[in-house]
T-cell receptor, first 113, second 110 residues
């Protein structure tokens, strides 16, 4: 059974602080996605990383895919209240004819003003 | 607007009843995935369709069934509802390694 473990599960920080969320698995993925979900809404894709060791930046968010394509991290610099939400990682793999996704357990972030 | 349309947005029903949730994928996407999200839980994969055919099954109960029609919209049928079925149900459409989620259908079973 493929599992994606995210840590921490909950994080409450002050505006302006930095944070890192981790996503770990024993499985190798073809690619890995990060989503943010706000209450009552569907998850929204933030980024997809494909190559081992890849680093992508989206404004104050930095995403890294592990060299072995088994883990990933999301680093937020100078967090703002608008960053509050549930962050989900999802590993995808590609059996013939389809794409399969495994979602992490989620990290619930609250940024206090 | 993600381009994935789910109806209804909210649904309140009683135990033992049956409901149907509907999803229209993004234009051009052939894959539809259904997920269940209970309060403070992650996303639980239920079932996937590709161009009308079932491709993968997750933790879907026997009381639940789904199908994808020739026009690519999909329906998730939930029957003999129990209190524990109260949850957000999301549909996502897929193209390559990109999943796009709808806004969800919130089901409350009383």
């Amino acid at each position: 059974t493929q599992l994606l473990e995210q840590s921490p599960q909950f994080l409450s920080i002050q505006e302006g602080e930095n944070l890192t969320v981790y996503c770990n698995s024993s499985s190798v993925f073809s690619s890995l996605q990060w989503y943010r979900q706000e209450p009552g809404e569907g998850p929204v894709l933030l980024v997809t990383v494909v190559t081992g060791g890849e680093v992508k930046k989206l404004k104050r968010l930095t995403f890294q895919f592990g060299d072995a394509r088994k883990d990933s991290s999301l680093h937020i610099t100078a967090a703002q209240p608008g960053d509050t939400g549930l962050y989900l990682c999802a590993g995808s793999f590609h059996p013939p004819g389809t794409y399969k996704y495994i979602f992490g357990t989620g990290t619930r972030l609250k940024v206090l003003a | 607007d993600s381009g994935v349309t789910q109806t209804p947005k909210h649904l309140i029903t009683a135990t033992g009843q049956r409901v149907t949730l509907r999803c229209s994928p993004r234009s051009g996407d052939l894959s539809v995935y259904w997920y269940q999200q209970s309060l403070d839980q992650g996303l639980q994969f239920l079932i996937q369709y590709y161009n009308g055919e079932e491709r993968a099954k997750g933790n879907i109960l026997e009381r639940f069934s789904a199908q994808q029609f020739p026009d690519l919209h999909s329906e998730l049928n939930l029957s003999s509802l129990e209190l524990g079925d109260s949850a957000l149900y999301f549909c996502a459409s897929g193209r390559g390694n990109v999943l796009t989620f709808g806004a969800g259908s919130r089901l409350t079973v009383l």
